[in-house]
């Protein structure tokens, strides 16, 4: 059973962004709960609003009106240090474009959000960083740059990062999109782990074929969910 209190709760989530023609709501009024362990998927067209979504619920872009909750943490009022890390803390974030530092190893990029966030400790958190690694099966690219790997290898490196304070919610943007099947699987069964654990995964996709391995799965359209069935 789900702890009765959710991890994460949207209220009434506005996102306007101004242009030169007018304005775009690309977010009207989203209501959304989200509890420990959930493994959720949230699916959509292209311009749907899924990344703009995800970053609210991140806290990387500001809410126009409307409210984000994590626990007892009002996310919408955190200045933008605060949000960072909070961030940091809380959420793992994995970009579609990887973001990863290119003048970095693979090592040192999953350190650097534990240094951000005053967490690292000398040789345990190596120790980890190689364990997230080996988990995203790039152990032995370690020491090696971006650069040095394929896009899909960079695009498993970036989940590593994302894992690497432990966060309680991992939000991920298209993870799978990049990658072969097979290695797909492989980060599909990572997820399905970490979530067995008590992590809370949101994916984001326009593959529908997603509903087979979430516990719930929401369809985002023009700006509102329009779906919001449980799978299991």
């Known amino acids: 059973m789900h702890n009765p209190k959710p991890l994460l709760s949207l209220r009434q989530v506005v996102k306007v962004y101004p242009t030169r023609s007018g304005d775009i709501t690309a977010l009207k009024g989203i209501d959304a709960e989200f509890y420990r362990?959930?493994?959720v998927g949230i699916v959509g067209k292209s311009g749907a609003g899924k990344s703009t979504l995800t970053h609210m619920i991140?806290?990387?872009d500001q809410v126009t009106s409307g409210e984000v909750w994590f626990e007892d943490t009002p996310v919408h009022t955190l200045s933008e240090d605060q949000k960072?890390?909070?961030?940091g803390r809380h959420v793992g974030v994995v970009y579609q474009t990887f973001q990863l530092m290119p003048s970095l190893s693979l090592l040192d990029n999953i350190l650097l959000p534990m240094e951000f966030c005053g967490t690292y400790q000398r040789g345990k958190s190596e120790e980890r960083a190689l364990?997230?690694?080996r988990a995203v099966e790039l152990e032995d690219h370690a020491f090696k740059k971006p650069s040095a790997i394929s896009?899909?290898?960079q695009q498993r490196a970036a989940i590593a990062r994302a894992l690497a304070n432990d966060p309680p919610l991992i939000v991920a943007d298209e993870p799978t999109g990049n990658l072969d099947t097979a290695?797909?699987?492989t980060i599909f069964s990572l997820f399905?782990?970490?979530a067995e654990r008590g992590t809370t995964i949101l994916i984001v996709s326009h593959d529908r074929s997603?509903?087979?391995r979430v516990s719930r799965l929401l369809t985002i359209t023009d700006g509102e969910l329009s779906e919001m069935r449980s799978l299991r």
């Open 183 to 185: 290695t797909a699987e």
């Open 37 to 39: 362990g959930e493994f």
């Open 210 to 212: 997603l509903e087979d």
């Open 151 to 153: 896009g899909g290898q």
């Open 58 to 60: 991140s806290g990387v």
């Open 84 to 87: 960072a890390l909070w961030r």
């Open 192 to 194: 399905e782990t970490l």
């Open 131 to 133: 364990e997230l690694l």
